[in-house]
């Protein structure tokens, strides 16, 4: 796969975070419980949990920013902003790998919305991972090299 | 073409072969310090986030220690609901879920960490139920010693931030670990005066609310704690019989009285 089509497989991904980042962020400040389907308890059980903030920040606050922080490194050109790209989407796959084990093993309850961030953000370390490997001859500009 | 030039033209091929394979072998070792760059990073990062998260985690031996755990959660928690003594949530709400709760019990403690919080963001919050708690002294000489610090934080309209933090930071029953010093870190991160609360402990005036809280309990019938009573007015209507301490037991007994 180009460059190019990489780079807007990973920002459509990013943007699929944002969205869902951004639905448990309003739900947590607007007071309303998040949709869970089948009608279960689990994403209400874990947004509301001790764990569901860090030092007073929501998690899906952090999400948000995250997934924000990627669509921006995704859209600046460049090997810097392409490591930084690379940098976050690992970061948060690993971090979502912890709330994925708190979820499973600690609160015992699975919010369906933490479970499709989990899988985008997975997704998007894969291709930014991928996207930091390419040859050269695949990348946009083999000869650019960074200010 | 003359084997001379034959000869020059395999050696510029051979190095210009030669330069593809180290220009390439450079290439894959720059990938390979990019990558480990990132791993690094990542794992930094991770590693941060996760020791953030531990050090903010209820923890059921805190009290031993010299922090109040779980302080940035509660008041996530109860940020923005309004309180008036025992009372939390608006106070024109159309039902009353009143709590019967003894500071020392472990499964008070499980209610208050894993399913109060549902119960506020689902009820609470847009102002469908309003929660009044009822403090008992079932379990030893430290649950009265509670029970009237919390209702000293109560005159504050704070009883619920420090009823919340005691949960957090639970020990074992009648360990001994209320302790002054314990009262005043939780009164503190509350955001109550440690003096107000340390006097009402021992005061004979906060046992007045305790009294009355104990005379709800056999009117309602309660006889464990944590008990439930759902009705119009607080401390009044009908004992839930729960099967489970979970929201679910919580939203069978609410939503049918939220819809009469």
């Known amino acids: ?147 | 073409m003359s084997s001379r030039e034959e000869q020059k033209a395999q050696a510029r091929a051979e190095r210009a072969a030669r330069e593809r394979a180290q220009a390439q072998l450079e290439q894959r070792r720059k990938r390979l310090l990019q990558l480990g760059s990132v791993v690094g990073v990542a794992v930094i990062v991770v590693v941060v986030l996760v020791l953030v998260s531990q050090s903010s985690k209820p923890d059921p031996n805190a009290s031993s220690g010299v922090t109040v755990a779980g302080v940035s959660e509660s008041r996530a928690m109860l940020r923005g609901v309004a309180q008036n003594g025992s009372s939390l949530g608006d106070k024109n709400a159309p039902l009353v879920l009143t709590e019967f709760a003894d500071l020392q019990c472990p499964f008070c403690r499980d209610y208050a960490l894993d399913v109060l919080p549902q119960i506020i963001q689902r009820y609470v919050r847009p102002g469908r139920l309003r929660l009044e708690l009822r403090l008992q002294r079932f379990i030893g000489p430290d649950s009265d010693v509670a029970a009237r610090a919390a209702q000293a934080a109560a005159s504050r309209d704070r009883m619920w931030n420090f009823v919340d933090l005691m949960y957090r930071n639970q020990g074992q029953e009648n360990s001994g670990y209320i302790t002054d010093s314990y009262l005043s870190r939780i009164a503190t991160a509350a955001g109550v005066p440690a003096k107000l609360v340390l006097d009402g402990s021992t005061s004979a005036s906060m046992a007045k609310p305790l009294i009355a809280a104990q005379a709800e309990a056999q009117t309602a019938g309660v006889t464990s704690t944590p008990s439930f009573v759902i009705g119009r007015k607080a401390g009044q209507g009908k004992l839930l019989n729960l099967a489970s301490l979970d929201i679910g037991a919580f939203a069978a007994a609410i939503d049918p009285e939220l819809k009469r």
Do not use: N
């Open chain 1, 1 to 147: 796969m180009s460059e190019g089509r990489l780079r807007v497989a990973t920002l459509v991904t990013a943007l699929l975070g944002v969205c869902v980042a951004a639905y448990l962020t309003y739900v947590h400040y607007a007071g309303l419980q998040p949709f869970c389907a089948g009608g279960g308890h689990g994403c209400e059980r874990v947004q509301s949990s001790s764990y569901a903030s860090l030092g007073g920040i929501p998690v899906a606050v952090l999400g948000l920013a995250g997934y924000v922080a990627i669509a921006i490194a995704l859209i600046v050109p460049g090997e810097r902003a392409r490591l930084i790209a690379a940098a976050l989407a690992v970061s948060g796959f690993g971090f979502s790998a912890y709330l994925t084990y708190l979820e499973l093993f600690v609160i015992h309850a699975i919010c369906q919305w933490c479970v499709a961030s989990a899988i985008l953000l997975t997704l998007i370390a894969v291709l930014a991972v991928w996207r930091l490997l390419l040859d050269d001859d695949r990348r946009p500009d083999p000869g650019a090299k960074e200010p």
